[in-house]
């Protein structure tokens, strides 16, 4: 069977890079007349600490979901018109994180912080929808997926994005009262996005 999503896994490619790319306009540099001595510099740096660990964070989210859309798409071999906008709904959700995590940069250590860490794990639960949305359209049509998957193989792949949505809720819940906590989930989930992703290629197997 002749794989038919190569365009669209080459356009998401491209999405995905330049997302990632756009974070680190966040990250900016003193101005010359403020620095007299590294001492000064290393104060900036000092200060800076949110930005660093918001491009970290939105850095590794970013490409461990790359990660799993690609084993993902190993599985899916056919598309149709709602494969398509699905899959651009994620594209889409994706190209707009670099906006959060600049709110997150620059009024996390501050009084805003609880407002800023819940529009940025908000967009982490609505990511979660799109991928859980791709798969079920692609699964509930055996004909999209690679030829041989069994039933196992597709419920294990549907429950793996499932059990992370309850956790990106209770982040955002929790964004309100506990910034700091939410965010610390956050990096709990990077691992377990990570981990998944492994367990998505065995089931090419």
Excluded: C
Excluded at 173 to 201: E, R, T
């Amino acid at each position: 069977m002749e794989k038919e999503t190569v365009r669209i896994e080459n356009f998401s490619d491209a999405v995905f890079a330049i997302a990632i790319t756009l974070l680190v306009l966040d990250l900016h540099v003193p101005e010359a007349e403020v620095v007299k001595s590294g001492s000064d510099v290393l104060n900036y740096l000092q200060n800076e600490w949110p930005s660093f660990l918001a491009f970290t964070l939105s850095f590794f989210s970013i490409f461990i979901m790359w990660v799993n859309h690609h084993k993902i798409f190993k599985q899916i071999y056919s598309r149709n018109t709602a494969i398509m906008f699905s899959n651009g709904l994620i594209l889409f959700l994706v190209s707009g994180v670099s906006y959060p995590t600049a709110l997150l940069a620059r009024f996390f250590n501050g009084e805003a912080s609880s407002i800023v860490v819940a529009l940025y794990t908000g967009i982490f639960v609505l990511i979660n929808l799109s991928y859980n949305l791709l798969w079920f359209i692609a699964s509930h049509n055996r004909k999209l997926l690679r030829p041989g998957i069994t039933n196992l193989a597709i419920k294990k792949i549907r429950n793996n994005y499932l059990y992370g949505f309850p956790t990106y809720l209770i982040a955002f819940g929790l964004s309100f009262q506990f910034p700091a906590i939410a965010l610390l989930i956050s990096m709990g989930l990077l691992a377990f996005w990570a981990i998944s992703s492994g367990k998505i290629n065995l089931e090419q197997h």
